[in-house]
């Protein structure tokens, strides 16, 4: 099971990126994927969620409005578009694939991507 991030880097307040995470050796379609981020000395905290099929998003207060989580299941790969970046929204950016089968819990976590949001 892999799950590897990319797209992070350094951009400057109001600016965009868009990271991507691409998943490979699990049935990517049947999961709930997530991102989360962790800023340095403050716990991991959920960013943003899509049900398997895409039909249903979730965001957290702070980036409602300008984060936009996506998933496209043809190519096992989930979205967050940031715009309007501010700089409190530095933080290592984690995916998340996440499900219950038959009463069993199945987690996995990417190796994250840094973001960068300085002038």
């Known amino acids: 099971v892999q799950l590897v991030e990319s797209g992070g880097g350094l951009v400057q307040p109001g600016g965009s990126l868009r990271l991507s995470c691409a998943a490979s050796?699990?049935?990517?379609?049947?999961?709930?994927l997530s991102w989360y981020r962790q800023a340095p000395g403050k716990e991991r905290e959920l960013v943003a969620d899509?049900?398997?099929?895409?039909?249903?998003?979730n965001y957290g207060d702070s980036v409602k409005g300008r984060f936009t989580i996506s998933r496209d299941n043809a190519k096992n790969t989930v979205y967050l578009q940031m715009n309007s970046l501010k700089p409190e929204d530095t933080a290592v950016y984690y995916c998340?694939?996440?499900?219950?089968?038959?009463?069993?819990?199945?987690?996995?976590w990417g190796q994250g991507t840094q973001v960068t949001v300085s002038s």
């Open positions: 998340n694939a996440k499900r219950d089968y038959v009463g069993r819990p199945y987690n996995y």
């Open positions: 899509i049900t398997s099929a895409g039909g249903n998003t």
């Open positions: 050796g699990f049935t990517f379609s049947s999961y709930v």
